[in-house]
């Protein structure tokens, strides 16, 4: 259960597009379509924006995007916003029925 | 609305054992299966357990494996999380965080707002 690999950070200004990659194996993220993104701001709990790779939740923005190639899952913000600022985590399921996260990407408004 | 509040958390001598509750309440918690997420001080977040809706399938994260062990009341709403042999490097705010589907790898859409596990002499 190796924790899937994000770059540690990603910096735009605002109204760019930014995209966070998440890295696994053939054994995760490149076995099937459970991946999902998370958005948490300090001290706060996480928030999912993304599941099924492309799927948006109720009430998150349609500036959230996702794809996937092989074994690495992308999150796409687009129009890029102060709010957005915060860490975002991938996840994945996994072939030995468990789940495993990302190490974390911190989003950087400048 | 939906809500889900943790309890139980505190402060443990290494080798000590903590029960984590999680009560729910605004969904029907029968439906859905929930998961343990946690993270320590500053870190990233780290998978613990899941149980389906119905407690019949239970997964847990390699490292927790003989020591932790989740499980769930329906009739009271409740999941919990039972803790032994903890280690200092337990030390972390545990989540409970509901899947949006039954059996699990619907994303986690709703999350508690934890409780804190210290695990030190």
């Known amino acids: 259960q190796s924790a899937l690999t994000q770059p540690a950070s990603v910096s735009g200004s605002p109204g760019q597009s930014i995209t966070i990659s998440c890295t696994g194996t053939s054994s995760d993220v490149g076995g099937h379509h459970y991946v999902s993104w998370y958005q948490q701001h300090p001290g706060r709990a996480p928030k999912l924006v993304l599941f099924?790779?492309?799927k948006r939740p109720s009430g998150v923005s349609s500036r959230f995007s996702g794809s996937k190639s092989g074994d690495t899952a992308s999150l796409t913000i687009s129009g890029l916003q102060a709010e957005d600022e915060a860490h975002y985590y991938c996840s994945s399921y996994t072939r030995s029925t468990s789940w495993v996260f990302g190490g974390g990407t911190k989003v950087t408004v400048l | 609305q939906l809500q889900l509040v943790e309890s139980g958390g505190g402060v443990v001598q290494p080798g000590g054992s903590l029960r984590l509750s999680c009560a729910a309440s605004g969904f029907t918690f029968s439906t859905y299966g929930i998961h343990w997420v946690r993270q320590a001080p500053g870190k990233g977040l780290e998978w613990v357990a899941f149980i389906s809706y119905d407690g019949r399938n239970k997964y847990y994260a390699d490292s927790m494996k003989g020591r932790f062990t989740i499980s769930r009341d329906n009739s009271e709403n409740t999941l919990y999380l039972e803790t032994n042999s903890l280690r200092p490097d337990d030390t972390a705010v545990y989540y409970c965080a509901k899947d949006a589907g039954a059996r699990g790898g619907y994303g986690l859409d709703f999350w508690g707002q934890g409780t804190l596990v210290t695990v030190s002499s």
């Open positions: 099924f790779v492309t």
